[in-house]
């Protein structure tokens, strides 16, 4: 389809994974390669992307799904980062607590955002049906895990759920907060291994992000780490993770 831009979920199947850090960094790398990035914050009944860049955003996707204002007009431009951010609405409810058809409402609106080459889905943390269906209907899927068990455990019932739900599809690990990048190549091969032995899925690794304290530091300042610690590891690697999905959309 013309002017149909990338969906890449971000999904996690527990919190304190750094996947809301993540997806607003990956969103400002993919925008500084040079093509509009619309950063859609999916979780509903905890929406924090604006409140973790400082942000004060004036509508949200509550105002857009009533009409009461369109995805134009909604969307929240990061002064530095280059990139768009259509809020979610917090302490409205998730998305289990949405019937399908308003699911698919979303769906349709991101997927009709031809201004942007790539939207990113920051969805919620945990399996919910609306999660599940978020992340079916993306051209991409990156499941993040760290090297705890139970982060492990609950990303592997994120990738069996994919497995049931979506027919064809891209599906990709992310390890984040690795110690090293041995040890997260270890993490991955764990999960990855789980995935070819149960679910007959083999997952490709999207990559690998590294502990780094300044991360930490950006958050609590409310800051983006590509502006405040451009030179730092977890910058360099997402910056190279952003590179990798760049060409394979290329190709």
């Not at 530095?80 to 409205?92: A, V």
């Not at 609950?154 to 040890?183: C, E, F, P, S, W």
């Not at 999207?206 to 958050?219: E, H």
Request: proline share 4%; with cysteine; glycine share 10%.
């Amino acid at each position: 389809m013309p002017n149909r831009p990338r969906l890449i979920a971000i999904a996690s199947g527990k919190g304190g994974v750094g996947k809301t850090w993540f997806a607003i960094t990956l969103a400002q790398a993919l925008a500084a390669r040079g093509g509009p990035v619309l950063l859609f914050d999916g979780d509903l009944g905890l929406a924090n992307v604006d409140v973790q860049l400082g942000l004060t955003p004036q509508h949200e996707l509550g105002s857009v799904l009533s009409g009461r204002v369109s995805l134009a007009q909604a969307v929240l431009r990061h002064p530095e980062g280059g990139f768009d951010i259509l809020p979610g609405s917090s302490g409205s409810g998730t998305l289990s607590g949405l019937d399908p058809a308003s699911v698919e409402q979303i769906l349709s609106l991101l997927r009709g955002a031809g201004a942007y080459d790539t939207v990113l889905l920051d969805l919620g943390a945990g399996l919910e049906r609306g999660v599940r269906r978020m992340a079916a209907a993306a051209d991409t899927l990156l499941t993040i895990a760290t090297e705890e068990p139970t982060s492990l455990t609950d990303a592997y019932a994120v990738m069996k759920l994919y497995a049931n739900d979506a027919r064809q599809g891209d599906a990709r690990i992310l390890v984040n907060q690795a110690t090293t990048h041995a040890a997260g190549l270890r993490t991955y091969e764990t999960l990855r291994r789980a995935c070819v032995s149960f679910l007959r899925l083999d997952p490709p690794l999207a990559g690998i992000v590294r502990r780094d304290d300044r991360v930490r530091d950006a958050i609590r300042r409310q800051s983006l780490l590509l502006v405040r610690h451009p030179t730092c590891a977890a910058a360099a690697d997402v910056e190279a993770i952003a590179a990798g999905l760049s060409q394979r959309a290329a190709a």
